[in-house]
């Protein structure tokens, strides 16, 4: 099946940037997303960004879409410690009406370092 | 806002009962979901439904089934509760194919 990939652990220090990184397989991939968890709780949508954008920023998110290289990254300027979540990275694509087509990567787990 | 409910945070079992882990969304939503989250192994997906009544397995169906009475709700069931079954299991809800997924806070089971 298609992958979605990302690395299983990010360590920062409180107010540098964080960078997440995903690439992913399915060139047919319509939608991008960012979720985050923080422990004990459910995933958060986070952002997402349309594949036909390479670039879209909020507050202190910026993803970053290459298509061509099918890579996806999340950027979080001013990293805080109540950003240390686990990040997972989601792609969906268009299908017939009754297939699942939404795939995650493993999840990143983000720990920030006062 | 968007809101998904799981009947229960917490949840310890024993080995053989059967287990009901109840979703409610109220957005109206077509789809929804069953994944189980396992360290390393990220969101697998166990079930969904894309209407009432209708029931697709994902990648991991054994030993779960699923009910769909009410678009609102949707059940997932252990029949016989096994330790390898010690899980967080979430729920999420769409408005259609390819929509962005809703979850639920999670349940987090163990299977004595």
């Known amino acids: 099946g298609e992958d979605v990939e990302q690395s299983l652990f990010l360590s920062v220090r409180e107010g540098d940037s964080s960078v997440i990184n995903c690439t992913y397989t399915?060139?047919?991939?319509?939608?991008l997303y960012w979720y985050k968890q923080e422990p004990g709780a459910g995933l958060q949508l986070l952002t997402y960004?349309?594949?036909?954008?390479d670039m879209k920023q909020d507050q202190r998110l910026t993803v970053l879409l290459n298509k061509k290289d099918k890579h996806l990254s999340l950027r979080i300027a001013d990293t805080q410690t109540g950003d240390s979540a686990i990040y997972f990275c989601?792609?969906?694509?268009?299908?017939?009406?009754?297939?699942?087509?939404?795939?995650f990567g493993a999840g990143t787990r983000l720990t920030v370092k006062p | 806002d968007v809101k998904v409910t799981q009947s229960s945070r917490y949840l310890v079992k024993r080995t053989g009962e059967k287990v009901f882990l109840e979703c409610v969304q109220d957005?109206?939503?077509?789809?929804m979901f069953w994944y189980r989250q396992d360290p390393g192994l990220g969101l697998r997906l166990i079930y969904f439904?894309?209407?009432?009544?209708?029931?697709e397995k994902g990648d991991i169906p054994e030993g779960y089934s699923v009910s769909r009475e009410k678009k609102e709700r949707f059940s997932l069931i252990l029949e016989s509760a096994s330790t390898n079954q010690t899980s967080m299991y979430l729920c999420?809800?769409?408005?259609?194919?390819?929509?962005?997924?809703?979850f639920g806070p999670g349940t987090r089971l163990t299977v004595l």
């Open positions: 439904s894309y209407d009432v009544k209708m029931k």
């Open positions: 957005m109206d939503h077509e789809n």
């Open positions: 999420a809800s769409s408005s259609g194919p390819g929509d962005t997924q809703y």
């Open positions: 989601a792609e969906s694509a268009p299908s017939s009406y009754n297939n699942n087509d939404m795939r």
């Open positions: 960004i349309f594949s036909n954008m």
């Open positions: 399915d060139s047919s991939s319509t939608y």
